[in-house]
Every structure is written in structure tokens, then in C-alpha cells.
């Protein structure tokens, strides 16, 4: 699903205000209208990193599927919960513990209640107020916790299951460099790669902050391409799966992914150094063969894939 109908998609079946219109879903995102117009429209086909943040909070948008299109569209958090925050009914068996848990998780930790109310951008009094039970949780604190720390929001709400999402065992808090989204510029050839002109007029990949973190790489080393090779790589990459390349990584791990362009020709390929200055030519698909280059053979290294997302079905 492309990221206009994506945003169409959200301003029609948002759970917090479905059928919103362009002019309230942009004061309340803080964009000016005509640039939602636009990206509903796809004139504009590049999320900015805190408008895809403000749509995720105030919308409870999974921001994989705003990023990317993968994944349900909106966050994992019951429909009559999401119904009660909206229509203000007091229903405290849908609230009941929710503060209290969230109260020991931060106590826990040892982080002061004013600290982690800004941390969660909310109003510090409201989550004081969360946290006694008197009041059932503002709805901007749920997209909050989910996006912002590792928390497990169904444990807050049931008290059944981890009290974190992660294997660490431990409040994680992501900083706006983890969950702000990295914006990669998607290349049409390979003679683009690099090309730092014209970047606004370019139609750009969102990766979350986290995965980009995991990748290891420089924003400005990146590009992404549409994987258009034969299916020698299969079933790792496939025709049309996004696959990112850090231009910068040149030497040859043993194993890993890298593009080559060998007269002319472009591959992706595994590659294993031998001696000799040599290096050996691996295909996933067992149907083909291994082959060996020498320096004779006139190849480059583009760079090392280090990601790759699958085509959307």
C-alpha cells in the first residue's frame, strides 16, 4: 500500500476520530493542511520524522505500517478501551491497576513522576492523577508508552504476561534518534546511487529509529533500492523486495550480502575472500552455482546490503 493510501486509510479508519477531515487531522498533528492534502494526494511522497511521530501518538497508528506498510495499521489496544477514552464513560473495570502498574514499573526504576510524564510528553498532573486511580489514562499515553519505552501495554491493562516487550528485563527508554523515523532515499538505478541533488524531489524510504540504530550505518552513507535481479538470492531477497546499501562498507565480510557490478553487469551476491586476491561468489538458491573472480574480472564492490524488506502483498 503506497503512503497516500496509507494516509487515507488513517484519516477513514482511525479508532480515535474515523472519518476525521484534512483540516482537523492537520491542526491536531501540527502540519499545515495542504501538506496532508498533498500526501493523501501523493504529490508529496516523503513523511517527515515528527509528522510520522505526531500521526503515530495522536492516532495510535503502528508506525511500521506508517513507515512501511507492514503490520496492522493501528496499535494492539482494545477497541472498548480506545471507545471509553473517546466517548469519556467511566468504566473502571476496563481502567482498574493500569496506573497502579505503571506506578511500580516507574518507582521500580527510580524515575520521578514529573521526569517520566515529560518523557511520555503528557501533562504531569494527569499522570499523577493515572496513577492514583482517579481518572482512567489520557488517550495520548497509550501511543506514548508503546512507542517511547518498552513497556508491554497489555500487561499495564490485564496484568497478565511480561511487564516488558524486550529480553531486557528493564525500562528502556528510546530517545527521539531511536523512534523518530530515518528517511532513505529509494534509488531508480544504480547510476543514482549517492546523488545528493534534487533529495527533496526524490521519493524516500521511512525506517524506524531502532532498526536504523541496529544497522549501524550513517544516514548519508544509504540508499534503498527495489531488488530487479534474477532468483538466485531467493528466498532471502526476492523481486521487489527494498533492500538497503551502505555504500560505505566496501571490504569483504565473509558471508555477508554485498552489491557488485562486474562489467557492466550489476549483482547481489554473498561474497567470501580467498587467497589469491580472490573472491568467491555465493547464490542462496541452491539452483545456482558458486563462482570464483579474480582482480582480472574487472569488478567493483557497490557497498553491503544490510536490510532488506519484503515486497507488500
Same mark, same amino acid.
Given at each position: 500500500?503506497?503512503? $497516500?493510501?496509507?494516509?487515507?486509510?488513517?484519516?477513514?479508519?482511525?479508532?480515535?476520530?474515523?472519518?476525521? $477531515?484534512?483540516?482537523?487531522?492537520?491542526?491536531?498533528?501540527?502540519?499545515?493542511?495542504?501538506?496532508?492534502?498533498?500526501?493523501?494526494?501523493?504529490?508529496?511522497?516523503?513523511?517527515?520524522?515528527?509528522?510520522?511521530?505526531?500521526?503515530?501518538?495522536? *492516532?495510535?497508528?503502528?508506525?511500521?505500517?506508517?513507515?512501511?506498510?507492514? +503490520?496492522?495499521?493501528?496499535?494492539?489496544?482494545?477497541?472498548?478501551?480506545?471507545? !471509553?477514552?473517546?466517548? @469519556?464513560?467511566?468504566?473502571?473495570?476496563?481502567?482498574?491497576?493500569?496506573?497502579?502498574?505503571?506506578?511500580?514499573?516507574? %518507582? #521500580?526504576?527510580?524515575?520521578?513522576?514529573? !521526569?517520566?510524564?515529560?518523557?511520555?510528553?503528557?501533562?504531569?498532573?494527569?499522570?499523577?492523577?493515572?496513577?492514583?486511580?482517579?481518572?482512567?489514562?489520557p488517550i495520548e499515553i497509550i501511543p506514548a508508552i508503546i512507542i517511547k519505552?518498552?513497556?508491554? /501495554?497489555?500487561?499495564?491493562?490485564? +496484568?497478565?504476561?511480561?511487564?516488558?516487550?524486550?529480553?531486557? @528485563?528493564?525500562?528502556? /527508554? *528510546?530517545?527521539?534518534?531511536?523512534?523518530?523515523?530515518?528517511?532513505?532515499?529509494?534509488? &531508480? $538505478?544504480?547510476?543514482?546511487?549517492?546523488?545528493? =541533488?534534487?533529495? =527533496? %524531489?526524490?521519493?524516500?524510504?521511512?525506517?524506524?529509529?531502532?532498526?536504523?540504530?541496529?544497522?549501524?550505518?550513517?544516514? =548519508?552513507?544509504?540508499?534503498?533500492?527495489?531488488?530487479?535481479?534474477? %532468483?538466485?538470492?531467493?528466498?532471502?531477497?526476492?523481486?521487489?523486495?527494498?533492500?538497503?546499501?551502505?555504500?560505505?562498507?566496501?571490504?569483504?565480510?565473509?558471508?555477508?550480502?554485498?552489491? /557488485?557490478?562486474?562489467?557492466?553487469?550489476?549483482?547481489?551476491?554473498?561474497?567470501?575472500?580467498?587467497?589469491?586476491?580472490?573472491?568467491?561468489?555465493? #547464490?542462496?538458491? &541452491? =539452483?545456482? %552455482?558458486?563462482?570464483?573472480?579474480?582482480? !582480472? !574480472?574487472?569488478? &567493483?564492490?557497490? +557497498?553491503?546490503?544490510?536490510?532488506?524488506?519484503?515486497?507488500?502483498?
Amino acid at each position: 500500500m503506497e503512503l $497516500s493510501k496509507r494516509i487515507e486509510y488513517i484519516l477513514k479508519n482511525n479508532p480515535v476520530k474515523p472519518g476525521i $477531515s484534512i483540516t482537523d487531522f492537520a491542526a491536531s498533528v501540527y502540519a499545515h493542511r495542504t501538506k496532508i492534502h498533498d500526501l493523501k494526494s501523493g504529490k508529496v511522497k516523503t513523511l517527515d520524522a515528527q509528522l510520522a511521530f505526531e500521526i503515530s501518538t495522536k *492516532y495510535m497508528v503502528n508506525p511500521k505500517f506508517l513507515a512501511k506498510g507492514e +503490520g496492522k495499521p493501528f496499535l494492539d489496544v482494545p477497541e472498548s478501551i480506545i471507545a !471509553d477514552a473517546n466517548t @469519556q464513560e467511566k468504566r473502571k473495570d476496563q481502567w482498574y491497576g493500569f496506573g497502579q502498574r505503571l506506578k511500580q514499573i516507574r %518507582e #521500580s526504576q527510580e524515575i520521578r513522576s514529573g !521526569d517520566f510524564a515529560e518523557i511520555l510528553g503528557i501533562d504531569h498532573l494527569k499522570l499523577l492523577r493515572t496513577e492514583d486511580r482517579e481518572t482512567e489514562p489520557p488517550i495520548e499515553i497509550i501511543p506514548a508508552i508503546i512507542i517511547k519505552t518498552n513497556i508491554n /501495554i497489555n500487561y499495564l491493562f490485564t +496484568g497478565e504476561g511480561n511487564l516488558f516487550k524486550t529480553d531486557k @528485563q528493564d525500562l528502556q /527508554i *528510546y530517545t527521539e534518534e531511536q523512534y523518530y523515523y530515518k528517511a532513505i532515499p529509494l534509488r &531508480k $538505478s544504480f547510476s543514482e546511487l549517492g546523488n545528493m =541533488e534534487d533529495l =527533496e %524531489e526524490t521519493e524516500h524510504v521511512l525506517i524506524d529509529g531502532i532498526t536504523f540504530e541496529e544497522i549501524n550505518a550513517e544516514l =548519508e552513507d544509504c540508499d534503498i533500492m527495489i531488488a530487479d535481479f534474477d %532468483e538466485s538470492m531467493q528466498p532471502t531477497i526476492k523481486s521487489k523486495d527494498k533492500v538497503l546499501i551502505d555504500r560505505s562498507k566496501t571490504t569483504i565480510q565473509d558471508g555477508k550480502v554485498f552489491i /557488485i557490478e562486474v562489467e557492466g553487469s550489476f549483482l547481489i551476491k554473498r561474497l567470501q575472500k580467498l587467497p589469491g586476491n580472490k573472491i568467491k561468489v555465493i #547464490s542462496d538458491n &541452491k =539452483e545456482y %552455482e558458486s563462482y570464483i573472480l579474480t582482480a !582480472d !574480472d574487472n569488478y &567493483k564492490i557497490i +557497498g553491503q546490503v544490510l536490510w532488506v524488506s519484503k515486497k507488500e502483498n
